[in-house]
Every structure is written in structure tokens, then in C-alpha cells.
């Protein structure tokens, strides 16, 4: 026989269940975004865990709901559970609780929303979960029928505790690690040039600083920095230094021999002492959790793929493959097999037994191994037919030549601005809203740097560009609209 009280115990313990999920997804997510839990490394797990506690919160919140309206004592009606103040019974408190149901199913909702939503508006509605536990406190502190007893006032006691170390965490985690407000990634800003050094043949180790050593804004492994040259020019460089050291930036530069002006100028101006103006760091070529890593750099392209290295936790398996064309021209190359002489293998063309068999060096890892390559076109194309698409990252210093239908004339309408442009066929679609005074910015304009980058509202992009994954474009719903046109008659951007 079912115990006739079974809904009031449900209602009763479904109450306490979600109080205290909710309060741990709180704290979670602080030590998320404080990068409290993300130093140790940021696998997809510690991501997961907040997102499950907030949705086990939310069928807990729903369970008491129902139960309320099944307890045969309690008869709550559905508008007396759902609509503020419809009940008799302690309506503050009642209404203070359907309050934080309607708060939470928001930033629920919005998290699964989170690729689609502006950011700046979900990040408003994501802290509304601080109020939420704020209001459940409140309503449980004022409506539960065990307030009086020691264990609820212990339960209480520890959940509101927790509640307020969270938030004291927040902000002493916000003032040590910079806070959490994002700058535009075009912002730019005047760093020093502490040293340049030559760490191989033609390769320039370029240290830059704040003044007084401020420090600097936070960075993942794979991201680059826009260097604006004095001679007019902007050239992207990949981050090659620890990314926990947030007094200086390390960038390494080849001066390339094609080299239109960027890296000649460096190799040939370059000071200690100068000044310089930077703008990133930006990222379009993080780092994912994975349990296993294999890492193919050639040339120069190792410079990404070391910021990787150096930012892996101590039980993490990987393997780097670091092809040149001699040790000499091989930045940190001596370094890294010295460190690590167990994952690292140095392939040098001038040396006798360097014979490099990609495909026998894909096959030795876990089928589950994420791959990440940088380095020459040849290298990439050679690697990338070994490797299914869903495990290959590639981070590109050169445009790719893509086929691509005759270009159509197409309508962009921005979202922000309200303005609607006309993009004939013969024109980027970067370049018509520039001239319409639209507030875009460039700087490679081949598709390579990601500058450009755009969100997209409604319509179809045709991507043409060399920055990422078009499945990862599309996931994002991003543009690189110096390059990239769009399959739909009109694209709806958010500009
Ligand atoms: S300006 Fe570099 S990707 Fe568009």
C-alpha cells in the first residue's frame, strides 16, 4: 500500500535535493569562470558537471512542483504553483520560489541557447543565478515545514555558507585573475619589446611586456597576436610561451623568404627597448579535452602546438611529430626533445634516417586521439587525409585556395544597425560594409587571420576562409566575411 504521505515527503526532499544542486552549480560555475578549476586544465568533464547540475536542479525545482499539486494535503493548484501570489499560504515566500523556477528555467534555457544568444545577453541571464539561489534561500528559509529542526537549520547553514564562499570566491578570483570582462580582441595596446633573441636559423624570440610589468590579458594555448607595424602592415603571430605567465607574451618569427614586409621588417627593426602596438590575443585554434593528443608541427607551425604542450597536465598523453628541414631551422626543437624525450620525435630532413612516415605514426595512437597540426600546407593536406575530419584541428599561416561557385550578388542585413547592404558579386562582403560605414574590422583579408569574424542571425554562409572547421563555423554560426559569402540571396548578420 502506498504511504499516504509519499507526496509530502517527494515535496519536502525534492526541495532540499534542488536548494542544494543549484548551490553547486553556483559554485561550480565560479570556479569555472574564475579559472579557479580551469589552471588544472579545463577537460569537458569539469564543463559537463555544471551544466548537469543546473539541469538536475531544474527537474528537482519541476518534481516539487508536481508534488505540491499531488500531495492530497496540500492541493496546490497549477496557477496556485505557477503564478506569484495566487495562494493563501505565505504568499511572499510562494511567490519568491516561483520567481527563481521561472529565473532558472531562463538561464537554463539559455545556457543550451548559449551559441545562438549574443553574449553579452546570456551573460546577463546566466547571473541571474545568483539571484535565484538568493530567492530559493529565501523561500525555503520562510516556507519549509522542517525550518524548525537541527537539520534543516545544518542544511541551511552549509548551502547559504556555500552560497557566500562562491560569491567571496568570485570576487577575489575576479581582481586576482583580471576579472572576467571581456575587451574587443581588436583593442589595441603598446607593449614592450623586453628581448629579441634568435632561437633557430631565421627565427626571432620576441618577449613583450606591459609597462611596469602589468598584467596581461589572459590567453589559451593556440592563440596569436596581431602585430601593427610601424610600416602599415598587421601580421598575426601564435602565442609559443606558458600560458600561466601573465607578465609577458613570447612569440617566435621566421623571416620568411617571400616575405611581402612583415617578417622582414621585424627581423630587421626589432628592438629590445621598442615600442609596439598589439591587439588579441585571439583564438580560433583552441585546444579541446581529449584523452589522447597527437601533435604535428612543421617548421614554424610548432609555435602554437608548444603553447599546448606547455599548458598540458603531467598525466595527460601525448606525441609531438616536429618536422623541418634541419635541426638548425628548427625552433625549440632541441628544447622540447630534452624535456620531454619520451612523446617529442624530431624529424630533420638533412639528417640520414629522417624518413617521415605520417601514416604509420597516425596509426600508432588511440583511434580516440585529437589531432592538431600546424605547419606547410603539404604537410596539413598529407595529414588531414589520415585523420577523420571530427579529429583534425589545423591552424593555417597561409589562405587555402578554395572552389568555390561563381560568386552572386547578395543582401546582408545587420541586425544591429539596422541598415541593409547590397554585396554586388565582384566585392567582399567585408569591404561593401566598410563602405558603408558598418563598424567591421580587417586585416588579412584572405581569410587566414580571423579579424574579421562576424556572427551570423538568419541565412546560410558559404565559407571560404581558412581559419577553422567549416562544422565548427557553422556550429558557432560565425562569418569571415573578407572571403566567405553566403548560399542564401540574404545573409542576416549581427553588425
Ligand atoms: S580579415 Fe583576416 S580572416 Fe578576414
Known sequence: MIDPHLWWYVTRASAIIAWALMTGSVLWGILLSTRVLRRIDSPAWLQDLHRYLGGAALVMVGLHLVSLMLDPWLK????????????????????????????????????L?????????????????????????????????????????????????????????????????????????????????????????????????????????????????????????????????DPAERHHYDIA????????????????????????????????????PAPEYLFVAGGIGITPIKAMIESLPAHQVWRLIYAGRSRS?????????????????????????????????????????????????????????????KRMHLERFVAVRRAAPAAEPVLVSCRKSRREVLVPAGQSILTALEQNGLPVLGSCRTGVCGTCELRVVAGAPLHLDSVMDDADKDRLRIIYPCVSRASTPILVLDV
Open 329 to 389: 631551422t628548427m625552433a625549440f626543437a632541441d628544447d622540447l626533445a630534452a624535456r620531454y624525450p619520451g612523446p617529442v620525435r624530431v624529424h630533420a630532413a638533412d639528417e640520414n634516417d629522417a624518413v617521415l612516415h605520417l601514416a604509420t605514426i597516425v596509426a600508432e595512437g588511440s583511434p580516440e586521439a585529437e589531432v592538431y597540426c600546424c605547419g606547410p600546407e603539404s604537410l596539413m593536406t598529407a595529414v588531414a587525409a589520415l585523420v577523420p575530419a
Open 253 to 288: 618569427v621566421l623571416h620568411t623568404r617571400e616575405s611581402a614586409g612583415g617578417s622582414a621588417w621585424i627581423h630587421q627593426n626589432l628592438l629590445p627597448g621598442m615600442t609596439i602596438e598589439v591587439s588579441g590575443p585571439q583564438n580560433h585554434f583552441a585546444r579541446e
Open 76 to 111: 496546490f493548484t497549477a496557477a496556485e504553483a505557477l503564478v506569484p501570489f495566487a495562494t493563501d499560504f505565505k504568499p511572499l515566500p510562494v511567490a519568491l520560489g516561483i520567481l527563481a523556477f521561472y529565473l532558472l528555467v531562463a538561464v537554463q534555457g539559455s545556457s
Open 113 to 241: 541557447l548559449m551559441q545562438r544568444l549574443p553574449r553579452r545577453f546570456w551573460k546577463f541571464l546566466h547571473r541571474a543565478s545568483y539571484l535565484t539561489v538568493l530567492l530559493v534561500s529565501l523561500h525555503a528559509g520562510f516556507t519549509g515545514t522542517d525550518v524548525g529542526t537541527w537539520w534543516y537549520r545544518a542544511v541551511a547553514i552549509t548551502l547559504i555558507g556555500l552560497s557566500t564562499l562562491a560569491v567571496i570566491v568570485r570576487m577575489l578570483a575576479g581582481a586576482r585573475f583580471g576579472g572576467s570582462r571581456a575587451e574587443h580582441p581588436q583593442q589595441k595596446r603598446s607593449l614592450i619589446v623586453v628581448s629579441v633573441t634568435t632561437v633557430a636559423d631565421g627565427v626571432r624570440g620576441i618577449r613583450l611586456e606591459l609597462p611596469n610589468r602589468r598584467r596581461l590579458p589572459a590567453w589559451q594555448p593556440g592563440a596569436h597576436l596581431t602585430l601593427h607595424l610601424p610600416n602599415g602592415l598587421q601580421r598575426q603571430y601564435s602565442l609559443c610561451g
